[in-house]
Each structure stands twice: as C-alpha cells, then as structure tokens.
C-alpha cells in the first residue's frame, strides 16, 4: 500500500488498528505522519483524543496505556508514536500488536531501515494492521518524480529547469519539496518556474554548476570546463570538490554502461538519464567522442583524484581548484 492509498482511505473514514511506516525515505513517511497528526480527528476532538510520543523519550508501557484508552466524545483515538526505531524496549510492543484496539489508530514511523520479516513482531504487525516501507526513489525515476510533484503544485517547470534540481539536490525528497515550496512562495502570482528562479532562491548557478561542467566534458569544451571551475574556486559553496566528482563519476559511469548496453538507441539507454531523451542523445555523442578507451580512462582518472582530494597519494598541498582543472585536462587529453 502506498501513501497516497492510506490517506486516500482515511480520508474515507476506512481506519486498520495499526500503521507501521518504515524505510529509508523520510518524506512518505513525514507526509503520512502529519496527516495522522493534523487531519484524522477534527480539531475538536484532537485535544482529547491525540497522544504524540517520541521514540527516544517513550516508555513502551505508557504508549501502550494510551492505545488502549477508549476514545473520549469520539469514535476514535489516534496514537502516534515517532521516530520509534530510537525507542528501548521497541519489541514489547509487540502483545498489544497483536491484540490491537479497534476505538484506536495507532501510527508508528520507523525511520531509517525496516523490520526483519521473519520476526513475529513484523509478521503480527501485516495480520492487524498495514506496514508501509518507503523506498529511497530510483534515480532514474528522478524527473519523472519532479515533475509530477511540481505539475501537483499547478505549477510548471522546464526540463533543464528540473533537471539541474535533479542533478544538484540528489534523491533527497524531503529537501527536494522544501526547494520546489520556497521557490512557488517567493515567485509571486506566476505558475513556471525558471532557471532563474533556481539561480536566486534555491542557490544554484545556471551557468556555473556540476551540471554545467558535466556538459563541459561531455563535449569536450575546455573553455567552459575552466570558467566553470574558476568559479567554483570563488565560490566554494557552489561546487565542493567532494560533491562534483562524485556526480562526474555517476556520468561516466553512464556512458561505460553504453557501451555495454545491447540497444545503444536514445530509447534503449534513456533510462540511464531520467528516461530523457535529450539527456540520451547527448550522452550517447558523449560516448562516441570518448570511445571506451576514453570513458574507462576518464573512470580512472576520477578515483585517483578524488583520494588525492581527501590527501591520499597527494604529491603535495593542491587547492581543489588546480586539482579540478588538471583533471579535466587529462580526460580530455
């Protein structure tokens, strides 16, 4: 059951005892917290009838006194317990688990990993109630994710537009949201968000990004690549080495699995690039201009530069700069 399935049912009034909500990805399980939290009981009954708990703070004993509490001028109660995987004692929850209140809505967030499947406290918790595990989003399903969320907001963005906040924010979806939020509030009455938009409120460069350089190499222009780098070394915040040369490697580790790849058509690899198919056809001239010698070579020179930018078999004291330009010399070269 996704998210949207559980509050699409709650806002039905069809309730499970329990909700267990685990995973690595913070953002479903935040959304599906605050909607328990603050739209479930109408605020007159909330006063009454919500308990809100705190793994790192709850004794197991008192979450379990407020589950089992009727529900006070009401129907139902709703029990919250948050960030359950720092709580003690987590598995002596497991006998109320299994013998659940029907007046109750016990919602759990277990942040972080997920329960192991072959436990009775997992198995028990799929017999009376709902588990929930939210997934980090596959980085290939990246855009297609902005761009649904923006288009859910009424606003429009364009495919570079979402595809610099893709390449710079990562799959981080809770900050992701927090961007796209700060950017519909400070753009006024309008519904397209641009390049410049991203450039003034979120802080990243249109020009001079790792998404810029990543063009850059991809077609060899030295001039750009330096002026580029250049600004990063002015600006260091806008472009950490230790944060470029990862997303350098994630692109050229795209363009070797072309070449191993059966169908080498922009629609056999454009999964590899957010399903665009622009993104594709550039990476697949990318890798012409490269050949495989040049990919595998430019895969090499990335590792070797990255530990010498934490110091290992570093010749000397090099700013990040020098150490960036001097890389994209020699994978160019």
Request: glycine residues 4%; proline residues 2%; neutral net charge.
């Amino acid at each position: 059951m996704s998210a949207e399935k559980i509050i699409g049912d709650w806002k039905k009034k069809l309730y499970k005892p329990i909700y267990w909500l685990e995973g690595e990805e913070d953002y479903y399980i935040d959304v599906v917290m605050n909607y328990a939290e603050h739209k479930i009981l109408p605020e007159s009954e909330a006063g009454f009838n919500l308990s809100v708990f705190y793994g790192k703070d709850a004794n197991w004993s008192e979450v379990v006194n407020a589950c089992m509490r009727y529900p006070m001028f009401a129907e139902k109660q709703v029990v919250l317990l948050k960030e359950a995987q720092q709580m003690k004692d987590l598995d002596k929850l497991e006998n109320y688990i299994e013998h659940p209140l029907a007046s109750t809505i016990f919602v759990v967030s277990h942040k972080e990993k997920t329960l192991d499947k072959r436990k009775s406290l997992y198995k028990n918790l799929k017999k009376t109630g709902e588990v929930f595990t939210s997934e980090k989003i596959r980085e290939y399903k990246l855009v297609e994710w902005l761009t649904d969320y923006v288009k859910s907001q009424d606003f429009t963005m364009s495919a570079k537009a979402i595809a610099l906040l893709a390449e710079n924010l990562g799959n981080d979806l809770s900050r992701i949201v927090n961007e796209i939020d700060k950017l519909t509030l400070n753009i006024g009455n309008r519904k397209s968000i641009t390049e410049d938009d991203i450039e003034k409120y979120v802080g990243i460069s249109k020009e001079y990004n790792a998404f810029e350089l990543q063009d850059a190499l991809s077609k060899k222009d030295l001039v750009k690549a330096i002026k580029i780098i250049q600004y990063f070394e002015a600006n260091p915040k806008a472009g950490p080495i230790q944060l470029v040369l990862p997303a350098l490697y994630n692109y050229f580790s795209k363009l070797y699995a072309i070449f191993g790849s059966v169908d080498k058509s922009e629609n056999g690899v454009k999964h590899l690039f957010y399903n665009n198919t622009f993104a594709a056809k550039d990476a697949i001239t990318a890798a012409k201009k490269y050949s495989y010698e040049g990919v595998e070579r430019a895969l090499l020179l990335l590792h070797e530069y990255n530990l010498r930018s934490v110091g290992v078999n570093s010749t000397g004291a090099t700013s990040d700069g020098s150490l960036m330009k001097e890389l994209v010399v020699k994978i160019m070269g």
